[in-house]
C-alpha cells in the first residue's frame, strides 16, 4: 500500500539506520553531558542561593530567572550566531551543550532549592540539638531526604533536556533529528523521520514511566 | 550583655539548696518584632533537679528552654550551661550534645530506622564505633519499651512510640540535661500516659530535667519546682504542692482555675 511505502518503508529504513544511529549517539552524548553539566551548576547554584553570602543572591535568583524565561532556541542561535562577533567561536556540539546545561543549571537550582527548603525545620534543629556538625546535618539528614523528594521533578528536568537536543540541528549539528532529515533527503522518503521519531519514543518513555513510578515509590515511603 | 542579678527583687532566681547550677540565665530578653517573647528572666537549675514551666499558650515557657541550647536566639543575657556560656562558635556543637531535647512533633529522621535514629549522633558525635553505638541504641530502646520495633521507620510507629524513641534518641548521647518541649501535645489521649511514664522513670534517675507541659499531674507528681510563666516573665515558682494548693498570684490562680476545672 501507498502509505506503508511512503512511512514505514522497509528498505528505506535498513539503509538510513547508520546514519540515524550515529545521530543517536550524538544525541546521547550532547544530553547526558548537558544532564551532568546542568546537574553540577544547578547544585552549586541551589546551595550559593540558599547558603551563600547574602549579597550575592540577588545575582543568582536573577540567573535562575533569566535563563528559565529565555527559549532555548534563542539561547542557542546567539550562542553559535552571536558569539562569533565578540570573537567566541564554538563548534556545534559546544554551542550546543552550552546552551542546554545554562538552561537545565537554572531550572536543576530552582527543584534543588525547592527540595531542600521542603525539609521541616524540625529535622534541622532535632540535628543541631544532638551536635551534629553542619556537614553531618547536610549530609546525614537533610539532603538524603531532599533527594526523594527531588528525584521526580529532576528525572522531567532531565527529559527535557534529552528532548531539547534536538534543537541542536538548527545550528548544523548532526544529532539524531538532523541525521533524519538528511537521510529523508537522499531517499526522497520520509520514512527516516519515523525511524528518528521512534528512537526518540525509545529513549524516553522508560525514562517518562520512571517519574511516576518513582513518585508512588517516595510517596509510599514518606508515610 | 549585661548580668542583672536585680530583677523584679530577685523574683525568678530559685536558690537551690547545695548542688550547683547546671543551667544558670541571667537577664534574658527576646523580642519577636514589638512583642516581647522574654523579658529578662533570671533562672538558676540545679543538677538532678526537675522543672516544669506551666502557663498560658504564648507566654514564653517553650522559646525560654529553646533559648539554653540556643535553638532560639535572644537579644540580651547569658545563657550559661554547667559553666559554658552558650554562644554561637566552634563550642556550640560541643554544648548542645551535653543537652538533649524532645520536640512536640518528635522530629524523628524519616528515612531511617528506629535504631540508627538512636545511634546515629553517638556515632557522629561521639564517634562511637558502630556495633556499640547500635548496642547501646538497643539498650536505650528496651528501656523506653520499643525494642521490638527497632527495625522499623518512624513512620510505622504510633506518636506514643515515636516519642519514646526521640527520648531514646536524646537520652543516647548521654546529656546532662533533658529539655521537653510540650512532648505529650501532638499526641493523642491514650497516648500520653506511656510518654509520662518514660519521662517519670527517667525523672528518678537523676538527669536534670526542664519540661514545658500542660500536664499538671505530671507536674504535681514528678516536679521538684514549678515555675508559672506569663507574657515572658516568671510569675511565681514554688514546689509543686504549694503552687497547687495555695498559689500566690492571682494570675496563677486564673491559670489553674481554668485548666484544672473541665
Known amino acids: ?69 529565555i527559549p532555548i532556541l534563542v539561547l542557542l542561535v546567539i550562542v553559535y550566531y552571536a558569539l562569533p562577533f565578540v570573537g567566541i567561536r564554538l563548534s556545534p556540539f559546544a554551542s550546543a551543550t552550552t546552551a542546554l546545561s545554562l538552561v537545565s543549571a537554572a531550572y536543576s537550582a530552582e527543584i534543588l532549592r525547592a527540595g531542600i527548603q521542603a525539609i521541616p525545620r524540625g529535622q534541622f534543629e532535632a540535628s543541631q540539638a544532638l551536635g551534629l556538625s553542619y556537614w553531618s546535618m547536610m549530609g546525614d539528614i537533610v539532603l538524603p531526604q531532599a533527594v526523594r523528594i527531588v528525584v521526580p521533578p529532576m528525572t522531567s528536568n532531565c527529559i527535557n533536556v ?15 533529528l538532523k541525521q533524519a532529515t538528511q537521510a529523508q533527503a537522499l531517499a526522497a522518503n520520509p520514512t527516516p523521520l519515523i525511524g528518528a521519531a521512534a528512537l526518540y519514543i525509545l529513549l524516553l518513555l522508560p525514562m517518562v514511566r520512571a517519574v511516576g513510578t518513582l513518585e508512588k515509590h517516595f510517596a509510599r515511603e514518606r508515610r | 550583655m549585661q548580668i542583672d542579678d536585680v530583677q523584679a527583687g530577685g523574683r525568678g532566681i530559685a536558690a537551690p539548696s547545695a548542688a550547683r547550677p547546671i543551667i ?15 523579658s529578662g528572666i533570671d533562672l538558676d537549675v540545679a543538677e538532678g ?45 560541643a554544648v548542645r550534645s551535653e543537652v538533649g531535647m524532645v520536640f512536640q512533633s518528635f522530629n524523628l529522621f524519616p528515612h531511617m530506622t528506629v535504631l540508627r535514629n538512636v545511634a546515629l549522633a553517638p556515632i557522629r558525635v561521639r564517634k562511637l564505633a558502630p556495633k556499640a553505638a547500635e548496642d547501646r541504641a538497643m539498650d536505650l530502646l528496651n528501656r523506653v519499651g520499643i525494642a521490638e520495633q527497632a527495625g522499623k521507620f518512624p513512620g510505622q510507629l ?88 495555695a498559689p500566690k498570684e492571682e494570675r496563677a490562680r486564673a491559670f489553674l482555675q481554668a485548666v484544672l476545672n473541665h
Not at chain 2, 515557657?61 to 552558650?86: F, M, P, Q
Request: include cysteine; charge should be negative; charged fraction near 20%.
Open chain 2, 158 to 245: 504510633s506518636g506514643g512510640q515515636q516519642q519514646r524513641v526521640a527520648i531514646a534518641r536524646a537520652l543516647a548521647m548521654e546529656p546532662k540535661i533533658l529539655l521537653f518541649d510540650e512532648p505529650t501535645s501532638a499526641l493523642d489521649p491514650e497516648m500520653v500516659g506511656e510518654v509520662l511514664d518514660v519521662m517519670q522513670s527517667l525523672a528518678r534517675t537523676g538527669v536534670t530535667m526542664l519540661v514545658v507541659t500542660h500536664e499538671m499531674g505530671f507536674a504535681r507528681r514528678v516536679a521538684d519546682r514549678v515555675i508559672f510563666m506569663e507574657r515572658g516573665q516568671i510569675v511565681e515558682e514554688a514546689e509543686p504542692e504549694t503552687f497547687f494548693s
Open chain 1, 1 to 69: 500500500m501507498d502509505l506503508i511505502d511512503t512511512f514505514f518503508n522497509g528498505r528505506v529504513l535498513w539503509d538510513s539506520l547508520p546514519l540515524l544511529l550515529m545521530g543517536l549517539g550524538t544525541t546521547l552524548s550532547l544530553g547526558i553531558i548537558s544532564i551532568v553539566l546542568g546537574l553540577i551548576g544547578g547544585l552549586i547554584l541551589a546551595l550559593l542561593r540558599l547558603y551563600g553570602p547574602p549579597a550575592l543572591s540577588g545575582l543568582w535568583v536573577l540567573y535562575i530567572d533569566l535563563f528559565r524565561a
Open chain 1, 162 to 176: 534529552m528532548k531539547d537536543t534536538a534543537l541542536a540541528s538548527v545550528v548544523a549539528m548532526p544529532d539524531l
Open chain 2, 49 to 93: 533537679e526537675v522543672v516544669v514551666l506551666l502557663g498560658p499558650s504564648g507566654s514564653g515557657k517553650s522559646t525560654l528552654i529553646r533559648c539554653i541550647n540556643l535553638l532560639e536566639t535572644y537579644d540580651s543575657g547569658t545563657v550559661r550551661v554547667d559553666d559554658v556560656a552558650v554562644q554561637p562558635g566552634p563550642n556550640l556543637a
Open chain 2, 24 to 38: 544558670s540565665i541571667r537577664g534574658l530578653r527576646k523580642m519577636y518584632g514589638s512583642f516581647c517573647a522574654l
